[in-house]
């Protein structure tokens, strides 16, 4: 038992949020906690880290284990840089690597001063051995290349390592402060959101780090996709408990829905048995008889004796949502040509061809500071391009969600949004309309700057349906819904017969609503006629072309760069067995430049095993001089190794 959460009460004037709530985490559990929004996930992990208190019940974690833990919000160390922060993750080595240094220094000083066969000298040399043998156990000679590994993964480059923690976004301070978690090692990784402000590749590197970790996590998500991709255990928060179900998200889905019926049937059973004795209790008492009376009172007893089943709850927090546009488009929706944008030096993609057509759903995917809000933030005249034009078809009315609600005025109450943006409705239908998404009663006279990020989108999604608009041009529409939420705007955008565009790192999302995909990468767009699955399956074929650097034909209706083959389509066959052939010799090679890579780290690996144990032998505690020759070896045998790790990373990808 790692930790364990045992009867756990909580109340709010307003609300309980548990009542007798437990559960078990065992060491290397990978666990997710899920529920919708207002429910207590946070509250659950703050009461776990003893940052708030529960009315009652404990929580209790198994001896000498370390733990950390990742706030949705972290405005700490504002005064170090990313660099800095992330030592601060790992002070006993670093702290060791200092004195080791200074042990060595003496050493040598002792070495010209004194007989090898000196008490001192002696004492020192044994001193060095061991605290190199410490060093070595805390992985100290690669402790470097892990912390750039970790921040590279996150989405951070080298350039960016001395800058202070102070000067960063939001976002980047939790990006840098999950990296410094995650370089931590603990025992049990405790994340609060851990998916906001990461980009698909950021997030395909957290998934592969969280699943292969040694320790326990235990994390609170919207994002299924990742759920998905790592847990094995989910603890729902279900009428005010905890209820842990074995397997991923998509299973406790199932099964969380196969128990609700379940409950529900059960209850309405013993609804029914209820009724019909009641109703025989009746008709015993009316007969007037004494042994009827009697058989009365019996059953009466039995029913006072039964254990009665509650309701299960239907939460009245699943908002309401339907797109519909008010009349159709032209067959061509959006055209784009010879586009670019940069900002100072820095480019962020030229000479784009597009085409978009009634119908689509396309969704702009790619890694952070690419230029995909960009592009939509031109495509709606809130950016300029630098140069190329585009046009919409015939009778297309666009509709945009933007994921900082910029659109919203902040002074304005809910009900004065909606009305000043559509005069014509009346008041029932104003707040029909926003009851529908989660505000009602008083809430519609709230201004719009006392909203949280969630309630915010949920009223740009209320605007955004009202509109009727026959092209959806969406900014991150997931950011901030619950899991509910999410379903139900996947559902909309399913049922849409208009035409949608949009940027989103929510791969679950993508896959159930995209038929095309455009990856932005190195500054080009590449087309995938499919969804997410689709997308995975090809991507590596381009990757391959953007690695060689190799140039894509324009074509009307894609980017300017490539664009991958849909399913079922079909090209020249002389041409599709010659790429066959340059693809398979592409991939002996790299299968060749793989097997030679770890060939060569495993020469290295027992070179510096070697190396180890004579540094460590007593017997050359004394001699200075080859202990400075071979530390000096074993700091090149590291940092060869630490180039070969990343290339072999390179090449296994």
């Known amino acids: 038992m790692l930790l364990s959460c045992q009867n756990i009460h909580k109340t709010y004037p307003q609300q309980t949020l548990f009542s007798g709530a437990s559960f078990l985490l065992e060491d290397n559990d990978k666990a997710a906690?899920?529920?919708?929004?207002?429910?207590?996930?946070?509250?659950?992990?703050?009461?776990?880290?003893?940052?708030?208190?529960?009315?009652?019940?404990?929580?209790?974690?198994?001896?000498?284990?370390?733990?950390?833990?990742?706030?949705?919000?972290?405005?700490?160390?504002?005064?170090?840089?990313?660099?800095?922060?992330?030592?601060?993750?790992?002070?006993?080595?670093?702290?060791?690597?200092?004195?080791?240094?200074?042990?060595?220094?003496?050493?040598?000083?002792?070495?010209?001063?004194?007989?090898?066969?000196?008490?001192?000298l002696l004492e020192a040399a044994e001193e060095y051995a061991r605290l190199h043998t410490e060093f070595e156990r805390l992985e100290g000679y690669s402790y470097k290349s892990l912390l750039t590994g970790v921040l590279k993964g996150l989405g951070f480059t080298e350039a960016e390592f001395d800058k202070p923690i102070a000067t960063l976004s939001g976002g980047q301070k939790t990006r840098a402060h999950l990296a410094a978690l995650l370089f931590q090692n603990p025992d049990l990784i405790i994340l609060d959101e851990p998916t906001n402000h990461l980009d698909i590749r950021s997030l395909e590197w957290l998934e592969g780090f969280l699943k292969n970790y040694k320790g326990a996590v235990l994390l609170v998500s919207h994002d299924r996709y990742f759920l998905d991709h790592i847990v094995t255990k989910i603890i729902a928060i279900e009428e005010r408990t905890l209820r842990t179900y074995q397997g991923n998200y998509s299973t406790y889905s199932q099964k969380a829905a196969m128990l609700y019926e379940a409950r529900l049937q059960a209850y309405y059973k013993q609804e029914a048995e209820i009724a019909h004795q009641e109703a025989v209790i009746k008709k015993l008492r009316s007969f007037n008889r004494e042994k009827s009376i009697k058989r009365a009172e019996s059953r009466v007893k039995k029913l006072d004796k039964m254990e009665r089943l509650d309701k299960p709850e239907v939460l009245n927090d699943k908002m309401h949502l339907s797109l519909e546009p008010l009349w159709e488009s032209g067959k061509d929706v959006l055209s784009i040509k010879d586009l670019s944008k940069s900002f100072g030096e820095k480019q962020l993609f030229a000479d784009v061809e597009l085409m978009i057509r009634k119908g689509e759903h396309v969704a702009v995917i790619g890694e952070n500071g690419t230029g995909k809000t960009t592009l939509l933030k031109i495509l709606t005249e809130l950016e300029n391009a630098d140069t190329g034009e585009y046009s919409y078809g015939s009778k297309v009315r666009v509709g945009y969600y933007d994921q900082e609600h910029q659109e919203l005025s902040e002074d304005k109450t809910l009900f004065e949004e909606i009305s000043d943006a559509y005069p014509d409705l009346d008041n029932t239908r104003i707040r029909n309309t926003l009851a529908a998404f989660l505000f009602t009663g008083d809430d519609v006279y709230k201004q719009i700057k006392m909203l949280s990020g969630g309630e915010k989108g949920r009223l740009s999604l209320a605007k955004l349906m009202l509109s009727g608009a026959n092209f959806l041009i969406l900014d991150e529409p997931t950011n901030h819904l619950d899991i509910a939420s999410k379903e139900i705007l996947e559902q909309a955008v399913n049922d849409y017969t208009g035409t949608l565009l949009y940027v989103s790192h929510d791969r679950w999302f993508v896959n159930r609503t995209a038929s095309r995909i455009l990856d932005l990468a190195g500054k080009r767009f590449f087309d995938f006629p499919g969804n997410y699955d689709y997308y995975l399956e090809k991507k590596q074929d381009v990757e391959r072309e953007l690695f060689a650097g190799a140039g894509g034909s324009e074509t009307a209706g894609n980017t300017s760069a490539s664009t991958a083959s849909g399913p079922g389509s079909s090209e020249d066959g002389k041409t599709d067995w010659q790429q066959q052939k340059a693809l398979q010799a592409q991939e002996r090679k790299k299968a060749n430049a793989l097997k030679k890579c770890e060939d060569e780290i495993e020469k290295l690996e027992t070179q510096k095993e070697v190396i180890n144990a004579q540094l460590s032998d007593p017997k050359n505690g004394t001699d200075l001089a080859l202990l400075t020759q071979l530390t000096k070896e074993l700091d090149g045998v590291t940092a060869e190794l630490d180039d070969l790790y990343e290339k072999w990373d390179a090449l296994s990808e």
């Open 33 to 120: 906690i899920v529920g919708s929004n207002g429910t207590g996930k946070t509250t659950l992990l703050r009461m776990i880290m003893g940052k708030e208190r529960p009315d009652d019940g404990q929580v209790i974690f198994a001896k000498d284990k370390t733990v950390g833990y990742l706030a949705q919000e972290n405005d700490s160390a504002p005064d170090l840089t990313i660099y800095e922060l992330m030592l601060t993750a790992r002070p006993e080595v670093v702290a060791l690597e200092t004195k080791l240094a200074e042990k060595e220094r003496q050493l040598h000083l002792l070495q010209e001063e004194r007989s090898a066969d000196d008490p001192l």
